[in-house]
């Protein structure tokens, strides 16, 4: 997989799928609910939750970036505006962590919510987000729409 870092957050992708990790800070105690019946610890809610600012220089190359592994991720990809909760990336949910993750687009900024129930372990990179197409296509829109761009 190919990776690149944007002020801490990781990108890479693969064929089919693009991924928003980050590096948490291992010496952060693991989260048990009460409620769960697997008692397990998990990262907590606290180290899923960041926002991505960038300078606009950076926030242009970071579009840039998703143009350019939207087309190496899915051959035939397209901005498009969201038009079903299944194109629409501000929503979705991790069948890995059965739980939802959450991204908004603003000025030169993100914000990621990562799943929650990501089993604490000897790995500090952990997920924030994977897309699919359809939630890349409005994803990578948006980013444009902020620029004042357009793709292809």
Partial sequence: MIERNFNGLIVHHRKS?????RETDLNIEGYVSPCWKDQTPVIQPSELKHKYTFSQTEYKEFVAYMEQIALEAWSNFKPKIAVSPGSDYWE????????????????????????????????????????NKHKFESFVYDLQKTLGGNMG
């Fill in 92 to 131: 979705y949910y991790d069948r890995d962590f059965d739980n939802n993750g959450y991204l908004t687009v603003g000025e030169y900024c993100i914000n990621l919510d990562g799943p929650a129930n990501q089993p604490k372990t000897d790995n500090p990179i952990i997920r924030l987000y994977k897309f």
């Fill in 17 to 21: 799928a693009v991924f928003f990790e």
